[in-house]
């Protein structure tokens, strides 16, 4: 399926340009006040998708340095909060019991300690991009992950949309080990990598070589979301981390893109997890607006963290203050020591 997806100007039965411009916001790594400022000017300035949703993004974590009240404000507001790991360590060499640990166990210090549900952790990026071949797939096959989010994919004329691993990758493996086996029902995200305006590639935003004022920022990322809008429409992905938008010009031009396809009235900015959605169920952009998985209806989700616990707890040879409105843990939680008693994953495990 996810071949005829990729090399036909149709998506099931859908025409071009009923095909709605996804656009993947992402960030990887810690939440914590030094990346609060950024996400409230993204997201909390009245931004919205053409149904009139808040835009939303995706954000892998990683635990250490996360303030988990923080997490939980950004679950509440409607954001997607997937796994980075634990420790943030290369993976290429793990076990698929320490993949379990790593991955597994950052969605249960999420759910623990940032309220969100489990069964809303639907996805993983691996650290530096550093996959771990068939263990990391068979770990989130075993473990009910919905997707990963890790594979960089050169060629993108037209760009990839995301597919399958019911069968053998179709693309070359750009950092390897890369999964070699079937893995039924497990998506791959692909990260289409984009040319700079040198024409250099790169897998992540902030990798690229970066223009040294906003109005050039600007001109690269448009250039490369028109590859995917005048094309075949495949989503179109922002993979940050936000330490890059403590260059002024990086987000002001950052912030002027936006809001320039935001304009269009057939760009939606949403979740790794509703764009999986879409691709199940490809809907016309016409019929959007009643299209359910880009509704914005959270009141299943907790309240805003607005009064946190401070947690004050040893690592490392140091003290850590973990904030939540969650219960205390006794102990920093790690992988393979999480701090939650029911734990299925630091308890029960065999290889």
Same mark, same amino acid.
């Given at each position: 399926?996810?071949?005829?997806?990729?090399?036909?100007?149709?998506?099931?039965?859908?025409?071009?340009?009923?095909?709605?411009?996804?656009?993947?916001?992402?960030?990887?790594?810690?939440?914590?006040?030094?990346?609060?400022?950024?996400?409230?000017?993204?997201?909390?300035?009245?931004?919205?998708?053409?149904?009139?949703?808040?835009? /939303? *993004?995706?954000?892998? $974590?990683?635990? &250490?340095?996360?303030?988990?009240?923080?997490?939980?404000? =950004?679950?509440?507001? %409607?954001?997607?909060?997937?796994?980075?790991?634990?420790?943030?360590?290369?993976?290429?060499?793990?076990?698929?019991?320490?993949?379990?640990?790593?991955?597994?166990?950052?969605?249960?210090?999420? /759910? *623990?300690?940032?309220? $969100?549900?489990? &069964?809303?952790?639907?996805?993983?990026?691996?650290?530096? =991009?550093?996959?771990? %071949?068939?263990?990391?797939?068979?770990?989130?096959?075993?473990?009910?992950?919905?997707?990963?989010?890790?594979?960089?994919?050169?060629?993108?004329?037209?760009?990839?949309?995301?597919?399958?691993?019911?069968?053998?990758?179709?693309?070359?493996?750009?950092?390897?080990?890369?999964?070699?086996?079937?893995?039924?029902?497990?998506?791959?995200?692909?990260?289409?990598?984009?040319?700079?305006?040198?024409?250099?590639?790169?897998?992540?935003?902030?990798?690229?070589?970066?223009?040294?004022?906003?109005?050039?920022?600007?001109?690269?990322?448009?250039?490369?979301?028109?590859?995917?809008?005048?094309?075949?429409?495949?989503?179109?992905?922002?993979?940050?981390?936000?330490?890059?938008?403590?260059?002024?010009?990086?987000?002001?031009?950052?912030?002027?893109?936006?809001?320039?396809?935001?304009?269009?009235?057939?760009?939606?900015?949403?979740?790794?997890?509703?764009?999986?959605?879409?691709?199940?169920?490809?809907?016309?952009?016409?019929?959007?607006?009643?299209?359910?998985?880009?509704?914005?209806?959270?009141?299943?989700?907790?309240?805003?963290?607005?009064?946190?616990?401070?947690?004050?707890?040893?690592?490392?040879?140091?003290?850590?203050?973990?904030?939540?409105?969650?219960?205390?843990?006794?102990?920093?939680?790690?992988?393979?020591?999480?701090?939650?008693?029911?734990?299925?994953?630091?308890?029960?495990?065999?290889?």
């Amino acid at each position: 399926m996810f071949l005829f997806l990729m090399h036909t100007n149709k998506i099931g039965d859908l025409p071009v340009e009923q095909v709605p411009q996804i656009v993947l916001l992402t960030f990887d790594d810690s939440v914590n006040d030094l990346n609060k400022g950024l996400y409230q000017d993204l997201f909390e300035r009245g931004r919205t998708n053409p149904n009139g949703c808040p835009i /939303a *993004a995706t954000f892998y $974590v990683s635990h &250490e340095w996360t303030d988990y009240s923080q997490v939980q404000n =950004l679950y509440s507001d %409607g954001h997607e909060l997937a796994s980075h790991t634990v420790s943030h360590s290369f993976g290429e060499q793990f076990s698929q019991k320490k993949w379990t640990r790593e991955v597994a166990g950052q969605r249960e210090i999420l /759910a *623990a300690y940032g309220g $969100v549900k489990m &069964e809303d952790v639907r996805g993983m990026r691996a650290p530096f =991009l550093s996959v771990g %071949g068939n263990k990391m797939f068979k770990m989130l096959y075993d473990s009910n992950f919905t997707y990963d989010s890790s594979m960089p994919i050169y060629e993108n004329k037209p760009p990839s949309w995301p597919y399958t691993l019911d069968y053998k990758l179709f693309h070359d493996c750009m950092i390897p080990p890369c999964p070699t086996r079937s893995y039924p029902g497990v998506w791959e995200v692909p990260m289409v990598m984009w040319q700079d305006l040198n024409g250099g590639r790169c897998s992540m935003g902030d990798a690229c070589s970066n223009p040294p004022d906003a109005d050039g920022v600007y001109k690269m990322l448009l250039k490369n979301f028109e590859r995917h809008y005048t094309t075949n429409r495949a989503p179109f992905g922002l993979f940050y981390h936000a330490a890059w938008f403590t260059q002024p010009h990086h987000k002001e031009g950052f912030i002027n893109f936006i809001d320039t396809v935001l304009a269009m009235k057939d760009v939606w900015f949403i979740t790794n997890w509703q764009a999986i959605q879409w691709v199940r169920d490809p809907t016309p952009s016409s019929r959007l607006n009643s299209f359910q998985p880009f509704q914005c209806n959270y009141s299943d989700r907790p309240k805003r963290c607005n009064n946190p616990k401070v947690c004050n707890l040893w690592h490392k040879s140091g003290v850590r203050y973990m904030r939540t409105c969650q219960p205390c843990p006794d102990i920093y939680p790690w992988t393979g020591n999480t701090g939650i008693r029911s734990s299925r994953i630091d308890n029960d495990i065999e290889d």
